[in-house]
């Protein structure tokens, strides 16, 4: 493959779209780098090993008093809890993060806690609610911390006992105020235990655990990245690392995951323009108090092969306090099951740096930069339904197809707590991603090959400040937040130009690329250039009338002006927009709520800036509405949370075609998705852990430009699907788990006619000894019946084959 520049030098370098031949008669840079970041974790562990963590790392009199290992502390959870009596404190604690605590009567009357509020783990939350107290702590578990007062020596737990409540998982967004339980909205928090027991090492193998949500194909030149539905309408737009909007057109890896977080239903006021389904939330991690240090070797089918470090120490430095360092870093290198010519390669790198944790001021710095060199794959066109031919085969071009990733973001986090009831954080993002790719598919109908290209490269720095408070008003308790959030965003979209026809498959059970194929390829500058200047004002309140009502509201007005140019400047609607929502919780019991909600969201013109078409560009805002009734309850010993929601999403002023004249849009469509959904997250014993779901939608296109689709359900959306995982700790250090997910029949393209992409069913397993406190071997098997399944249509590429994984973790 012969690459020529043309017009302005642009950032992708013809050395990084090589081809696959050249790239095999010469070392590979990527192959040095990958050494490079082996050889830094390996630096990383060994330095951190000798530093000692500190003995007094979070300077209180409580102190921790247990030989449980570090690496059985439940996750960070959002805590926030006024100072005030200890008492009232630890019923507080306990309904944040799900632990039992156990003292006795004596023990606590009469003392005074200060309070805590922010991300922490169960173990240095409890660290800071003791603080200036003569207790001390030990936690028997995990999930059991023992609180004791040493001058008095042990005291008989018996006499007073707090029961555990509320399951531990919350969001990280500082928006939501509520535990899960009593937030008016279908939120989904998928743990990092679950990410880690599945094997799932990308974002697409995560939302697997949620039904409703679904994987588009590159539909219309978009990019074949990470692209999903959810409740029936496309995310692309609406995902976001951090709380940051993520537009980079690639598949992200989950090595620097410490949850996923969906949030289902329109919510632009949490989020600015987009959410129309929901929106896709990646917490990343950062450091903490705790040592912790592990690596994670992987091997398996496809020559999969992978390493992984997670690194956290805690450093004892003299005038800075709180201080802690965490590294994460990855090198991957591997096929996928069942398409032996689709590849994908890469490293990671992720440092971050705490001061001040567990202290009034608390800034954070972390940084994420990966890299990735794939062979992607587009596979057969085809409108007509399943392709009748082995779709397993590589229908792209050796020597043409090739994907290249290069993505970065620094976050800076500044957090002070005036007190226990006031606390002001400020964020900042930079953000920057650019892929370039070229990807070949054939057509059925007549073996013609054609080869899809993009370019981009997209550019975010970002500014959030949130005040919360909460005070009182007479006898109604407020949890407050305000905040604004400023954003700049650069896209930037083109294409490389392959000269010369492509070669035509002339047996589709056996396409090869022919010998000699040496086509010449041309990188052009970006035809498509849009810069993006965003405002967003918010408030939020959600208000405690009592015990057992609670009213949340809030308000969000968004300025969003985008400029569009290609080889002309373009006219582009800018938008001015007022975004709600509202809910009204009923808690007949502490474990229990019944609530009713409603919310909006609003799409511009050119929302997904240069990943958008200029057609429509200056048209108004789409405009979505939805309404969602619900129940969540805890049960199980309040271990595990159930919810059980029934909602409807309309698209009110859907852009669709003119029906006299496809070549233009008008803001005259309508569109609906409604339905059900149940879910279950937690622990039904201590030993036994289920994240289960069931999602109903029925969609429709009830106005719409283009005829056919009038009465048709939406694209890629499924009536029914099911997702169950659920692991098992045996006597001993034994565990098990398995799971399944099933979808239902999609539509392909209601505009090309009534082909559907099939249902599937697929099962998974896993088994895991934890040979020590140090030492754990997993084995996870997926696809166990080797089924033949597709993510999406159009672009009939099928899911992994049946495939094995081996894990070894060691911690330090």
Known sequence: MRFIKKGKKNKLKRSRARSKRAASAQPRQAGRQHLAVAGMLVASTAITAGVPARADAQSTKASSRTDQPSRSDLPPVHISIPAGPLDSALAGYIRATGVTVHTSASAVRGLQSPGVAGVYTPRHAIEILLQGTPLSYRFANAHTVVIENESA????????????????????????????????????????????????????DVLRNVPGITINAGEGGATPGDNFNVRGFSARSDMYVDGVRDEGGYARDAFNFEQVEVAEGPASVYNGRGSTGGSINMATKSPTMRQDRNVTLTGGSADRRRATADVNQPLDVAGIPGLALRLNALWNDGGVPGNDEVENRGWGIAPSLAVGLNSATTLKLSYLRTAQDNVPAYGLEDFSGTPPVDTRNFFGLHGLDFERVDADNVTATLEHRFNGSLRLTEQVTRGH?????????????????????????????????????????GRIGHDIVTGVELSRERSMFGHYTVDGALPVVT??????????????????????????????????????????????????????????????????????????????????????????????????????????????????????????????????????????????????????????????????GNQRVQGMEVHATGNITPSWNVLAGYTYLESKYLKSGTPAQVGMPLNNVPKHSVSLWTTYQLPGHLEIGGGTQYVDRRLLAASKGTAWVPSYHVYNAEIAYHFTNRLDLRLNIDNLTNALYYDNGRFWVPAPSRSALLSTTAHF
Do not use: C
């Open 153 to 204: 020596g042990k005291a008989a737990l018996s006499a007073v006992s707090i029961v555990a409540t509320a399951n531990h998982a919350h969001s990280t967004s500082p928006k939501y105020t509520e535990p899960l339980r009593n937030t008016p909205q279908s939120l989904i928090v998928i743990p990092q235990g679950v990410i880690k027991a599945q094997g799932a090492t990308t974002l697409r």
């Open 433 to 473: 991603s650019e892929t370039g790719r070229i990807v070949t598919y054939t057509r059925i109908t007549d073996g013609s090959r054609s080869a899809k290209s993009h370019v981009t490269d997209d550019y975010v720095i970002d500014s959030q400040t949130n005040l919360t408070a909460n005070v009182a008003t």
């Open 507 to 668: 047996d589709l059970s056996n396409p090869q690329t022919p010998t000699g194929f040496d086509p010449r390829v041309t990188l052009t500058p970006f035809p498509r250039r849009v810069t993006a200047n965003s405002l967003g004002a918010y408030a939020f309140d959600t208000m405690k009338l009592g015990e057992q009502w609670q009213v949340s509201a809030g308000l969000r007005w968004d300025h969003f002006s985008p400029e569009y140019a290609d080889s002309v400047s373009h006219p582009v609607a800018s938008a001015d927009a007022a975004s709600g929502r509202v809910g009204v919780v009923y808690k007949p019991t502490e474990a229990g709520s019944i609530y009713a909600a409603y919310g909006n969201s609003f799409n511009p013109s050119i929302q997904n800036l240069a990943y958008d078409n200029l057609t429509g560009g200056n048209l108004q805002p789409e405009s979505n509405h939805t309404v969602e009734v619900g129940t969540k309850w805890e049960m199980f010993k309040r271990r595990l949370l159930a919810s059980w929601a029934f909602f409807r999403t309309d698209k009110v002023n859907a852009r669709t075609a003119d029906p006299t004249d496809a070549s233009i849009t008008m803001l005259d």
